[in-house]
């Protein structure tokens, strides 16, 4: 089976400020991870993606995420917030057969000037 | 299409009602996904489709609700009798398929439901 846990519902930085949104995960085999970006009325878009090569991940607009599978952790973070950033983020774990994508409860970024 | 495409975008409806949703996936996306967005949770697995065949419906809440896929192409999901719980924004996703392992979901905007 498999779950995503994201800490905290809302999170607000300042503008420049470093972004870290956290997300744990549970699976029973090796997972494929991904951050998703929801702005508002917009649909979700993929942010970035873990596919076992790098731990480390590079995503668009400045984001990366490391997968560290020794904590089943996958935090988004950015150096210096934007205020272009303010969305809703969602973490994602899916098995390798992509049937199945499990999200987590997303995470309120307020980015204030 | 250019993207996935959703109808309605919003569907006010009364408690005991027939609602049908309509997705349109990216032209060429074999696998389609449901998923439903309630307020103040995640996004809830309703049922995933590769071509035409469901093997996992195990998300679908109850007997009332039900999808189905014409041709590969556009899905339909209906809810029977609705009920104020199924409240909801609900989005359709689209993937190539698992044969093109990236993974990546692109997803419609939503429809969201009201029943009242």
């Known amino acids: 089976a498999q779950s995503v846990t994201q800490l905290g519902s809302h999170v607000s930085v300042s503008e420049g400020a470093l972004v870290l949104l956290r997300c744990n995960y549970s699976?029973?085999?090796?997972?494929?991870l991904f951050w998703y970006v929801q702005y508002p009325n917009q649909g979700l878009q993929l942010l970035l993606k873990?596919?076992?090569?790098?731990?480390l991940v590079k995503g668009i607009n400045g984001f990366e995420a490391e997968f560290k599978k020794s904590e089943t952790s996958f935090h988004l973070t950015k150096p210096s917030a934007h205020m272009s950033d303010a969305a809703e983020y969602f973490c994602?774990?899916?098995?390798?057969?992509?049937?199945?994508?499990?999200f987590g409860s997303g995470t309120k970024l307020n980015v204030k000037p | 299409g250019a993207g996935v495409s959703q109808s309605p975008s919003n569907k006010v409806t009364e408690k005991g009602k027939d609602v049908e949703l309509r997705c349109d996936p990216i032209s060429g996306h074999t696998a389609l996904y449901w998923y439903r967005q309630s307020l103040g949770q995640g996004l809830e697995f309703l049922i995933y489709?590769?071509?035409?065949?469901?093997?996992?419906k195990s998300g679908l809440p109850s007997d009332r609700f039900s999808a189905e896929r014409t041709g590969g192409s556009v899905s339909t999901l209906t809810i029977q009798r609705t009920q104020q719980e199924d409240s909801a924004v609900y989005l359709c996703?689209?993937?190539?398929?698992?044969?093109?392992?990236?993974?990546?979901?692109?997803f419609g905007e939503g429809s969201r439901l009201t029943v009242l």
């Open positions: 699976s029973s085999v090796p997972p494929y």
């Open positions: 873990y596919t076992s090569a790098a731990t």
């Open positions: 994602a774990v899916s098995a390798s057969n992509f049937n199945k994508f499990y």
């Open positions: 996703a689209s993937s190539p398929g698992t044969g093109f392992v990236t993974g990546e979901l692109f």
């Open positions: 489709f590769q071509g035409n065949s469901a093997p996992d």
